[in-house]
């Protein structure tokens, strides 16, 4: 139907059926400035036989479908609902970070203790020295200049003192501490700064070029990629996954899900495991060379700030600012103009000269969070042979790519009783929400909502009051 091609600005994943059949890309900056996608082997048009499905179309699950090509032998087919890339990966910030998940280093040695935190911390440092080797094959507007933690109030200045020190004194980096002064004189002139840490590991990136990158590098190794053929529906028959797509049955042997924030919240493995979060970004007509003096932009490092509804920003490559933060609770609330004004209050608090600035591009689209701010690369059910790589919790431009080398690795049945696949975010379940001190529940689930709204004001009023 004609109206499944129409972009939906207000779809829930936790109230909608499905995501459509074919709708178009958000009106994010990155599709306007993409250029063409590449071609696809368009919609599922009849019942077929695969081997491996991939169920996504981001960077996850088109680098899954590579490394399952490229290091094992195995073509993939993938199964998009709507456009290649279409999820976060054509609406992201962009910041690919030395992390993923929502949990700091410091966090991780308190939940886990210190040996696993240093495994965790090597093993998705190599992920990120993986996305760097990426992005240098891929013209993708990248941007190696680090990243820079804000403190947003004074206050802030000690957990980025105690974040640096655990960086460098446990885990062997080379952080740098700035004053307001210091980040003003040197990166730009943010009036809502108290200092900064400058983190060297980061990398910016056009996150569609960087998809539709990947997605040549698949394809030239003979991946095929469907659009417009949602999974709506499978059931197991005698260990075969017949999956149900509006043009026909796909039989498949094996299952990789990888669709962000954007799966069907019905089906398993991944019902009522994820709480996918809304993030609204604007990016700003070109500055003017005035304006970038005025506000001392001397890089395009990007920036994210001390608030936990964090605020995440940076200088384009063509002089356009770019800044995202938390949306709306809902999806029939998304497009309410409180969320774009929360937006243009922040450019005007932290970059006074730009208030009132002519926005271009607004958009938003869902993250998906895990109920215990980690991402998990899992097989949920060993009986059955369906894997996930899901909840990046926001932080997965650069972690993604390497969760899809190793999801291939666990669906091609390589490397399963390797040392890095104990680590937690291998070896254990997406968990369910916990609303009451820490019991877990799925009976919680249909209360999330109403958890967050009550999370979101108490955050604004610990980071703002």
Not at 45 to 51: A, C, E, P, R, Y
Not at 59 to 82: D, F, K, M, R
Not at 426 to 436: A, D, G, I
Request: hydrophobic share 35%; net charge neutral; glycine share 10%.
């Amino acid at each position: 139907m004609k109206s499944d091609l129409l972009y939906d600005p207000l779809y829930d994943p936790l109230t909608s059926s499905n995501p459509g059949a074919g709708r178009d890309y958000a009106p994010s900056y990155w599709v306007a400035s993409a250029g063409t996608p590449p071609k696809t082997d368009g919609p599922i048009i009849q019942d077929m036989d695969v081997d491996v499905v991939v169920i996504g179309s981001g960077s996850t699950g088109v680098s899954t479908a590579l490394y399952l090509a490229q290091e094992h032998g195995i073509q993939a087919v993938i199964l998009e609902a709507n456009q290649t890339a279409w999820g976060c990966s054509s609406r992201s910030g962009g910041q690919g970070q030395n992390a993923s998940g929502r949990l700091s280093r410091s966090q991780w040695i308190e939940r886990w203790g210190l040996d696993t935190a240093k495994k965790l911390d090597r093993e998705i440092y190599t992920g990120f020295e993986n996305f760097q080797e990426l992005v240098s094959q891929i013209d993708c507007d990248a941007t190696d200049g680090g990243h820079l933690y804000v403190a947003h109030r004074p206050e802030k200045m000690a957990y980025l003192q105690n974040e640096a020190r655990v960086r460098k004194e446990i885990f062997g980096y080379d952080p740098l501490l700035m004053s307001a002064q210091e980040l003003r004189a040197q990166y730009c002139d943010d009036h809502d700064a108290s200092g900064a840490l400058l983190e060297r590991e980061g990398i910016g990136v056009h996150p569609l070029k960087l998809t539709f990158g990947l997605l040549k590098k698949a394809q030239s190794l003979g991946i095929k990629i469907h659009t417009a053929s949602p999974a709506e529906s499978w059931e197991t028959i005698d260990g075969v996954h017949h999956i149900q797509t509006p043009g026909g049955v796909v039989r498949a042997k094996r299952i990789a899900i990888c669709t962000g924030g954007y799966g069907i919240q019905g089906l398993k493995p991944i019902k009522n495991r994820i709480l996918p979060i809304l993030s609204n970004s604007v990016v700003t007509r070109p500055l003017s060379d005035a304006e970038i003096a005025a506000c001392n932009f001397l890089s395009h490092t990007f920036l994210t700030d001390t608030r936990t509804l964090r605020f995440y920003y940076r200088l384009l490559k063509d002089n356009r600012l770019q800044l995202g933060s938390r949306s709306s609770i809902s999806g029939a609330d998304a497009d309410a103009p409180v969320h774009l004004k929360l937006l243009t209050d922040a450019i005007a608090r932290k970059f006074p000269p730009l208030a009132g600035i002519q926005i271009d591009y607004s958009w938003w689209g869902w993250v998906d969070v895990s109920h215990d701010m980690m991402p998990r690369i899992t097989q949920p059910d060993p009986t059955q042979k369906v894997w996930h790589a899901l909840g990046y919790g926001g932080n997965g431009v650069s972690f993604s790519t390497w969760a899809g080398k190793r999801l291939a690795e666990l669906v091609a049945g390589s490397k399963v009783n390797s040392e890095v696949f104990k680590l937690p975010i291998y070896n254990s379940p997406l968990e369910f929400p916990n609303l009451f001190g820490k019991v877990r529940s799925e009976a919680f689930a249909p209360f999330r909502r109403l958890g967050q709204s009550f999370l979101y004001k108490w955050y604004w009023y610990k980071d703002e009051k």
